[in-house]
């Protein structure tokens, strides 16, 4: 008829073959943003990090997983810092103790130094998703000054034969900060001189050791060492420094101490100051002799005289 606008519908039907997908997809599932670990003198500490890799499409024959030096531009060791200090730690692919120290291009890699599998080597029409462990430890007996250590290292997922550089291809990395809390240590203890307890008050005494006592601090705002007399602490005479006190009657006799040769002063309410330092103990205890002298009296009261010598060591 005429007049009479026509239409015509047609249908495009378009068919994909069986080797296309809609995408590829190889890369890392919602790695890690930071791996946390407190570290100590005494004992070891190993974090278990677990990676997820995504995988959908092409076959994957050959792939790794390779971890970079970090701050240390080393593999052996990596290290954390805090300001100018450095913390030891290191990345296995198995668990320590371990050899299997994971590295990254460019450097001559072998199979214990990637994570690699044949789990990716087949077409994946659906997503798959494989979890690998990594093991960060941190070895004992660092004495490094107390605080928070960090680094930051890349996870790079390359695909290509790990031992063969011209096959390397990198299709995904992320950067992970690696944080060490450091125990802080402050530990002091004396080793006393045999006979100290039967020394003989009617004889002058001069730089006589009594004690050598052993410092130990990590602290990273430095620490300080503490001496009190007792009998001073507890004096209503006005008495300016340590003295021995009859233990019935009210005879004394004063004294004067050097700690690490130095001469002990400054007492106040008892109590002196050995050491104030701004420092650690680094490499780890330092040791100081503590000395007595005194002027015989042959005019004393017979019997026992004491005093009591409390040290303590404190942080900062």
């Known amino acids: 008829m005429r007049g009479k606008a026509r239409a015509a519908a047609f249908v495009c039907m378009i068919v994909a073959s069986s080797g ?5 997809i190889f ?19 190993t974090i278990t990090v677990s990676v997820t890799i995504e995988h959908e499409g092409v076959a994957i024959s050959d792939w790794f997983l390779a971890i970079t030096t970090g701050g240390a531009g080393s593999f052996e060791p990596r290290e954390m810092s805090q300001s100018t200090d450095t913390l030891e730690y290191q990345i296995y692919g198995s668990t320590p103790p371990s050899a ?8 001559v890699l072998t199979a214990a130094n990637v994570v690699t599998s044949g789990d990716f080597a087949s077409v994946a ?10 093991y960060f430890s941190i070895p004992s007996a660092q004495f490094v000054p107390s605080g928070e250590y960090t680094d930051t290292v890349s996870l790079e997922l390359y695909t290509g034969e790990f031992g063969s550089p011209g096959t390397h291809v990198l299709v995904d990395t992320v950067d992970v900060t690696v944080t060490g809390r450091m125990a802080q240590i ?5 080793d006393r001189e045999p006979g100290i307890r039967s020394l003989d008050l009617t004889a002058t005494a001069t730089n ?14 430095g620490y300080t060492v503490t001496v009190q007399s007792v009998n001073l602490a507890a004096d209503l005479s006005g008495a300016t420094g340590p003295f021995f006190a009859h233990t019935t009657a009210s005879d004394t006799l004063d004294y004067s101490l050097t700690y690490g040769g130095a001469p002990v ?19 780890e205890w330092i040791d100081r002799e503590l000395r007595i002298s ?7 009261a017979a019997g026992d005289y004491e005093d009591r010598l409390v040290i303590t060591i404190t942080a900062k």
């Not at 029409?125 to 990594?134: P, W, Y």
């Not at 002063?265 to 490499?283: F, H, Q, R, V």
């Open 186 to 190: 402050v530990d002091l203890y004396a």
């Open 125 to 134: 029409a659906t997503t798959e998703r494989v979890a690998f462990t990594l």
């Open 208 to 221: 006589f050791l009594i004690a050598t006592v052993f410092e130990r601090s990590n602290s990273f705002t």
């Open 27 to 45: 890369r890392f599932y919602a790695p890690p943003g930071g791996v946390y670990g407190n570290a100590a003198f005494e004992r070891d500490e």
């Open 265 to 283: 002063a400054g007492w106040a309410g008892g109590s002196a100051t050995l050491t104030d330092s701004a420092a650690t103990t680094a490499p």
């Open 20 to 24: 296309l997908h809609a995408a590829d």
């Open 100 to 107: 299997d120290i994971l590295k990254a291009p460019p450097d």
């Open 294 to 300: 005194y002027s015989g009296s042959s005019t004393l």
